[in-house]
């Protein structure tokens, strides 16, 4: 039976189970010295608690006095204590602990359910099963402290068992210059770094509608040629007057899909989904201050209704966040909808998070961002040794060596620079999946330049969260003046133009024949 919240401008209305449960952490169930302990991480929104009211395992209820709730190291709190005038905040994103004094468990699974009061929500009640399982003293494990996990002593010890385990020595990777603490949240088990060779291309002059500056290129990778290369693309463009870019799109997935009897049902629950689309947007869009649900897109197969939810999400790349926001929506989805839904599951593998995808080239996923320049003729032949009508049906039988081999890209090597570009700034690498398609165009102009475009139909980038806080990553991105809010577009202007720029660079080296003789110059390390 469907549990009761009250958000916070809507009646009261009832969230299916299965949501709820996601409020569990599975797996944290353990017997500790202390009693019987498991977390719950607030994966809603802001919210506090104003009362426990009933904990049960096994179905036998534990006395609220013999209830404790503490956050990390912080103070430990008796459910008893806690009321409307001595409320415990729960952050969005924050872990909370309980911790029941009774005997240990057995080995095995068992039933937990939980009864509590939460402002904006009213009372909840869900109920979860998860295991104690049997532990293997033998089994080797990671050092791990659950209430510090960077301190310097834990950090030592993780690096102790590594040299153990690897018989090796590490003499580099302790080695870094920031608090390891400002890690949290971008990576578990701290243990050192991985130092990757830095280098600058440029400067990049770029005429876009937010980057309107001449820009260094900073580009991490440990392929010998790729800084060369980017530097003689972005001379070139620079000396043809630069290169204009354009911000065309923008918007961040989540896919939901709803499972029915047959087809027909799942037709028409996308119509009543057109139907409520202002109720949606309003649930989606309360669980955060950024993010805007611009339409949902629907897709029927069998008798599966996909729903492809997008969004704006402001600095950030937005996953995380259209996330939570599709979470809700789907709540009220569930809730209110009159008919019967077999099942849903919250990502359904159509926003294709992590992969590159015809649906993103076509609708785009992040940023759909174009650069385009005009290259001079006489500039062309000049430093690059081919001429434009070369360098032009080179390209164009280019193309049909990609739509044979079913690649995402006509182009040359489009994610060298994106990948070097999100190592140095703090991108999700993984998002050079879907940032890897690529459509380039080029042509001839009546004087005989050579007109160049690309398009980038689904670059994932952010400018604040995420990595981009991290020390050198925020340094890289200072230095393009792309650190913070409100610089996310002049981001993906100067990524898109120092890609075109590469472009440019790697197919006259094809064309010309310098591309062999270029990486045995710059990239031989044998």
């Known amino acids: 039976r469907p549990s009761r919240f009250r958000p916070h401008s809507y009646p009261l209305m009832s969230v299916p189970d299965a949501l709820l449960k996601q409020l569990y952490t599975f797996g944290s169930l353990e017997n500790t010295d202390r009693g019987v302990e498991f977390a719950l991480k ?88 998860d295991s104690i399982s049997e532990q293997d003293e033998a089994l080797e494990r990671i050092p791990r402290n659950p ?6 002593a834990i950090i030592d010890e993780r690096q102790q ?30 243990t050192g770094v991985a130092q990757i060779p830095l280098g600058f291309a440029g400067p990049l002059t770029v005429h876009g509608e937010h980057a309107q500056d001449d820009v260094l290129i900073p580009l991490a990778t ?53 139907d409520h689309m202002d109720a949606i947007r309003a649930e989606a869009e309360s669980t955060s201050s950024v993010a805007e649900l611009l339409y949902i897109d629907h897709y029927l197969s069998n008798h599966f209704a996909y729903l492809r939810f997008n969004y704006r999400t402001g600095d950030a790349a937005g996953q995380n966040m259209v996330g939570r926001a599709t979470f809700a929506a789907c709540g009220w989805i569930m809730d209110q909808y009159p008919g019967p839904v077999e099942h849903f599951y919250l990502e359904s593998n159509f926003a294709t998070d992590k992969k590159a995808s015809q649906v993103n080239v076509m609708r785009t996923r992040g940023k759909r961002v174009t650069a385009e320049a005009t290259i001079d003729r006489d500039t062309l032949a000049q430093h690059m040794r081919v001429e434009p009508e070369a360098l032009h049906h080179h390209w164009s039988v280019s193309t049909v060596g990609a739509f044979l081999s079913g690649a995402n890209n006509n182009g040359a090597h489009s994610p060298n620079a994106i990948t070097a570009l999100f190592i140095a700034t703090g991108q999700d690498v993984a998002n050079v999946s879907e940032s890897s398609a690529g459509v380039l165009y080029t042509d001839i102009t009546d004087d005989g330049d050579l007109d160049i475009s690309l398009t980038i139909p689904s ?64 990239g031989r390390n044998r």
């Not at 918007?251 to 057109?274: E, L, S």
């Not at 991105?477 to 890609?499: D, N, R």
């Open 222 to 274: 440990s392929e010998g040629t790729l800084v060369a290369s980017y530097n003689r693309g972005i001379k070139v463009c620079n000396l043809s007057g630069g290169i204009e870019a354009t911000v065309s799109r923008d918007c961040m997935q989540r896919a939901p899909v709803f499972i029915f009897d047959n087809a027909r049902a799942a037709r028409d629950f996308t119509h009543w989904v057109d």
């Open 42 to 129: 607030n994966r809603l929104q802001d919210a506090t608690l104003t009362g426990l009211l009933d904990v049960k395992i096994d179905g036998d209820t534990v006395p609220p006095e013999r209830v404790h709730l503490f956050m990390g190291e912080g103070e430990t709190h008796a459910a008893d204590e806690i009321s409307d005038e001595d409320a415990l905040d729960f952050p969005l994103r924050r872990t909370l602990h309980l911790r029941a004094d009774r005997p240990a468990l057995e080995s095995g699974t068992h039933n937990l359910e939980l009864t509590f009061r939460a402002d904006p929500f009213g009372t909840l009640t869900f109920s979860v099963e």
């Open 147 to 152: 209430d510090d996990n960077c301190s310097q």
């Open 459 to 522: 670059l994932i980038v952010a400018t604040y969260g995420g990595g981009t806080g991290l020390p050198t990553q925020r340094e890289c991105l200072e230095v393009m003046g792309c650190y913070g809010k409100g610089k996310v577009h002049k981001f993906a202007e100067i990524v898109a133009a120092a890609t075109l720029a590469g472009e440019l660079s790697l197919g006259a080296a094809i064309s010309s024949s310098d591309w062999v003789s270029s990486h045995e110059t710059y």
């Open 161 to 190: 068992f590594v040299e153990d385990y690897g018989d090796t020595s590490l003499d580099h990777v302790p080695h870094y210059s920031f608090d390891p603490a400002v890690t949290e949240g971008n990576i578990e088990n701290f």
